[in-house]
């Protein structure tokens, strides 16, 4: 069975049993401490266990079951609740996690894995470096599987009812083994893993248990470069280098791919409405890890990237629908260039891409390239960045050429953002902001270069004529495809206190799936802000549709001690702004309580939240960052790809006091259209 990502929370009374096994080889059990829930030192609490969100005997319990197991009930749609335990894993192994449940509810099954255990759970977002979750679903045995990517030595395995849904279920036990990879669906020629033994048994401490050692393969892990001629030669002298594909291709003139004098391959695209790339397919194994290396001459502008697919699709433009994972790396001349994945779950191909996106241009002389594969790393240490959870594109301005002895190694990097073609003479050159206006993102320059960047899904530049536009001659179209999750563009960030005004507009499609699953459309993210805030579970202050109905939450600190509160306020239904641009403007003084904070929120110009109270928290060196577009959480988006497109526009952010709601108001910069 296929793992599935899916978190909708609905309601009560399930008797859940729950196994996490392993769906091959060989198989080492015991990892999990306390499998039953059983609580000898009776302090509430399962041995070897943390609640995490915690329960509060009430409206939120985690209790011993009559006849065993863990009674998990949720009944409050203010707050989330869990249950985590952290165990020590080891990259490559295959991590296989079902269950098995009766009755009705909300719970979901979740692998998260990290380098390191979080000094506070807070924390855990910006160390992660994969996760997998499951729905439990009642009669069926749900299951979901992973590979620990590279760098993981820690995955926490949390049972979790999040802020809106509700539960009521026994979990009777749980288990779990892990296995290393079979090697015999890879296609030929086939790398071969080493079979990895099990971690032991998680320890309480925060350190790992100490590193398996690794048996002898079965067959060799293949060696040397797995890249067919990796000096680009072209030895039947058609233009192409053996054994590589050109995609994009070049034209000769602005695009040019091309042997180099002294060997190697001349990459010129001088061209910003057009992309140039050059790829070749590659059968790989997953839980393998895979190093890539480039050595290049001349300017920055292209990228290695490594994409895992189950299979080499048809044409170039499925891939997106099947792929299972990528890593890239912008490519810096007189550095070695080094970029390295784990081949997850699934995956039985690879395309190793050299890259120039639309937006970008290079002149650059690519020597050679290096594939080379290798069992999982055993060490205690993590691939130097190999699994940064940075988000820069491959595209991001290049940083200061470091020795020709130094050695980059890759971030993360998000799905990149598309961009119509546009003649010059269209875009905008960035105007300077009036005194008050401290952002726009109105896409008049015809890129995102306004944005601090996109996140995931597909982004894409709209033409007026060719899609909504509410006002100038761009917009943004936000594109969730299969299995996609999100698709945002990043905003401005306000001062950690006092008063900031937004503007910004969304068309809804009529076809947009407003029921299915939730879709957080606008956010005010506390990431990055200074002192962790306090979670409950759920996003932070934001817009979200569900159930068809558009609502805004406020997350704020709580009214005593160190605690989180949420406020939320109907904004009308989501039909009521299909086929039409919806203009917003959100003012607000963000302050910790007692300060004196309010909030109020316009709709196409109509006050309909008026409040006074607390907004944000204390101890904050930063405000919150404003983004939007589309975002479901940890859920991956299984509807039609219709169903799931915004288009974005008139994004503006003033600040102080002396600013007003005409600075950022859509429609005093373009007449609110009518439908």
């Known amino acids: 069975m296929n793992p599935i990502l899916f978190r909708q929370w609905r309601s009560p009374a399930l008797a859940l049993s729950l196994v996490?096994?392993?769906?091959?080889?060989?198989?080492?059990?015991?990892?999990i401490q306390n499998p039953t829930f059983a609580d000898k030192d009776g302090d509430g609490t399962p041995d070897g266990w943390n609640p995490y969100p915690p329960g509060n005997g009430?409206?939120?319990?985690?209790?011993?079951?009559?006849?065993?197991?863990?009674?998990?009930?949720?009944?409050?749609?203010?707050?989330?609740?869990?249950?985590?335990?952290?165990?020590?894993?080891?990259?490559?192994q295959r991590y296989t996690a079902s269950a098995e449940a009766t009755g009705t509810g909300g719970i979901t099954l979740n692998l998260i894995f990290a380098p390191k255990k979080p000094n506070k759970p807070g924390d855990l977002k910006s160390i992660q470096l994969s996760d997998k979750a499951v729905r439990i679903t009642p009669g069926k045995t749900s299951e979901v599987i992973a590979v620990a990517p590279a760098g993981a030595k820690w995955m926490k395995l949390w049972l979790y009812c999040p802020k809106i849904g509700i539960a009521d279920m026994v979990i009777q036990k749980v288990g779990l083994t892990s296995d290393t990879p079979t090697a015999a669906a890879t296609p030929s020629p086939t790398p071969s893993t080493d079979a990895a033994a099990t971690p032991a048994t998680a320890a309480a401490s925060d350190t790992p248990a100490a590193a398996p050692t690794t048996a002898a393969p079965a067959s060799p892990v293949p060696a040397g470069n797995l890249l067919k001629n990796p000096t680009f030669a072209d030895t039947d002298g058609d233009g192409t280098p053996d054994g590589w594909n050109p995609y994009p291709p070049g034209n000769g003139d602005t695009?040019?791919?091309?042997?180099?004098?002294?060997?190697?391959?001349?990459f010129k695209d001088n061209d910003k409405n057009n992309g140039l790339g050059l790829e070749q397919w590659v059968p790989v194994q997953e839980g393998l890890r895979y190093t890539a290396s480039a050595e290049a001459t001349g300017t920055e502008g292209v990228s290695i990237n490594l994409i895992f697919a189950p299979k080499k699709p048809n044409k170039p433009g499925d891939l997106k629908s099947i792929q299972l994972g990528d890593k890239a790396l912008r490519i810096s001349p007189g550095k070695t260039n080094e970029v390295i994945a784990v081949a997850p779950a699934g995956a039985k191909w690879m395309k190793f891409w050299l890259y120039c996106p639309k937006i970008g241009i290079a002149d650059t002389v690519i020597r050679q390239v290096s594939l080379t594969a290798g069992a999982p790393a055993a060490s205690s240490a993590p691939a130097a960045s190999a699994e940064s959870s940075a988000t820069t594109p491959a595209t991001t301005a290049p940083t200061a050429a470091a020795p020709a002895t130094a050695k980059t190694t890759a971030t993360w990097v998000a799905p990149h953002a598309t961009i119509t073609t546009i003649a010059a003479s269209e875009i905008t050159a960035p105007k300077p902001l009036p005194p008050g206006l401290a952002a726009v993102i109105d896409f008049e320059t015809g890129d995102f270069s306004q944005s601090h960047g996109t996140e995931g899904g597909d982004l894409s530049i709209v033409k007026a004529g060719e899609g909504p536009v509410r006002e100038g001659k761009f917009s943004a179209k936000s594109n969730l495809k299969l299995n996609q999750?999100?698709?945002?563009?990043?905003?401005?960030?306000?001062?950690?206190?006092?008063?900031?005004?937004?503007?910004?507009?969304?068309?809804?499609?009529?076809?947009?799936?407003?029921f299915t699953h939730f879709s957080i459309i606008t956010q005010w993210h506390s990431w990055g802000s200074g002192k962790e805030s306090p979670k409950d579970g759920g996003p932070p202050t934001s817009m979200t549709i569900s159930k068809g109905k558009l609502q805004l939450k406020l997350l704020h600190q709580g009214d005593t001690g160190w605690t989180s509160k949420a406020d939320y306020f109907s904004l009308g239904t989501a039909d009521e702004m299909r086929d039409q641009w919806t203009d917003f403007v959100m003012e607000v003084n963000w302050q910790a309580p007692g300060k004196g904070g309010w909030l109020k929120f316009y709709k196409n110009g109509q006050l309909i939240v008026d409040y006074k109270g607390t907004t944000w928290f204390e101890d904050k060196?930063?405000?919150?960052?404003?983004?939007?577009?589309?975002?479901?959480?940890?859920?991956?988006?299984?509807?039609?790809?219709?169903?799931?497109?915004?288009?974005?526009?008139?994004?503006?952010?003033?600040?102080?006091?002396?600013?007003?709601?005409?600075m950022v108001d859509p429609a005093a910069y373009s007449p609110r259209p009518t439908k």
């Open 485 to 514: 999750h999100r698709a945002e563009v990043g905003g401005f960030r306000s001062d950690a206190y006092g008063v900031a005004r937004y503007g910004w507009s969304l068309y809804i499609p009529k076809e947009f799936d407003a």
């Open 58 to 92: 009430d409206t939120l319990v985690l209790a011993p079951a009559p006849g065993g197991g863990l009674t998990f009930k949720d009944n409050d749609k203010n707050n989330g609740l869990g249950l985590e335990q952290w165990i020590p894993v080891q990259e490559g």
């Open 20 to 31: 996490l096994t392993s769906a091959l080889s060989a198989q080492t059990a015991g990892q």
């Open 255 to 266: 695009l040019v791919l091309a042997p180099a004098p002294g060997g190697g391959l001349t």
């Open 621 to 662: 060196d930063k405000g919150p960052y404003f983004k939007f577009g589309n975002y479901k959480g940890s859920v991956q988006w299984k509807g039609t790809e219709e169903g799931a497109i915004l288009y974005l526009d008139a994004a503006r952010m003033a600040l102080g006091e002396k600013s007003t709601y005409k």
